[in-house]
């Protein structure tokens, strides 16, 4: 079995860099992909990555360990892209998406349809406001619940679902645009 990311976090911060690993090899992937929809640019992005992570192993985080690590792992990363962006560290938006590869080998066309349907919904996102996108990939991509979210985030949670609802349509009227689904289907785009 292995440790959680509580006993992970407490062994990192005492200077266990196998612990710091292991977090990073959990969550990295989600998290770059979480700070790519917010500085919509993908070094910056792996800077800010690689700053939440050396927050951690130096223990200037202040990770407590109450079972919540994925959370306040986001809203560190968050707070310090907003940091940037504020700061206007920014760089030009990308033109395009690049969606993260998936791990896994499967069937080829099968990979290729969800790339395809991938770049499309990120190209939506890059349509909206930041602040659209961010909360669509919280709620949709990374599972967290609206009260999650608002703690991630700070916003109020009303304002969230809007944000969320208006992302969703935007990517339904994108998908049916680009012909890979009729917009009931991806109606189905966003849990409940």
């Keep these: 079995m292995s440790p959680s990311d509580d006993d992970l976090a407490a062994r990192s911060r005492a200077g266990d860099p196998a612990a710091l690993a292991?977090?990073?090899q959990r969550h990295a992937c989600a998290?770059?992909?979480f700070l790519t929809q917010i500085l919509r640019h993908r070094e910056e992005a792996d800077d800010v990555l690689q700053e939440t992570f050396l927050?951690?192993?130096?223990?200037r985080g202040c990770y407590r360990g109450r079972g919540r690590f994925r959370?306040?792992?986001?809203t560190v990363a968050h707070r310090i892209a907003v940091d940037r962006l504020r700061r206007g560290r920014r760089h030009a938006e990308l033109a395009a998406a690049h969606p993260l590869p998936r791990a896994g080998a499967g069937d080829p066309l099968g990979e290729l349809a969800a790339a395809e349907l991938r770049a499309?919904?990120?190209?939506?996102?890059?349509t909206l406001p930041e602040d659209y996108a961010v909360a669509f990939h919280l709620r949709v991509r990374e599972g967290f619940s609206y009260r999650e979210m608002a703690e991630i985030s700070g916003a109020p949670l009303g304002t969230l679902r809007s944000r969320v609802h208006h992302a969703t349509h935007t990517i339904r009227k994108a998908l049916h645009s680009a012909g890979l689904g009729p917009p009931s289907a991806a109606s189905k785009v966003e849990p409940s």
Excluded: K, S, T, V
Excluded at 55 to 59: E, H
Excluded at 71 to 74: A, C, G, H, R
């Design 22 to 24: 292991a977090l990073y």
């Design 31 to 33: 998290l770059l992909h």
């Design 55 to 59: 927050r951690l192993f130096q223990g």
């Design 71 to 74: 959370q306040w792992l986001f």
């Design 120 to 126: 499309c919904i990120d190209n939506a996102l890059l």
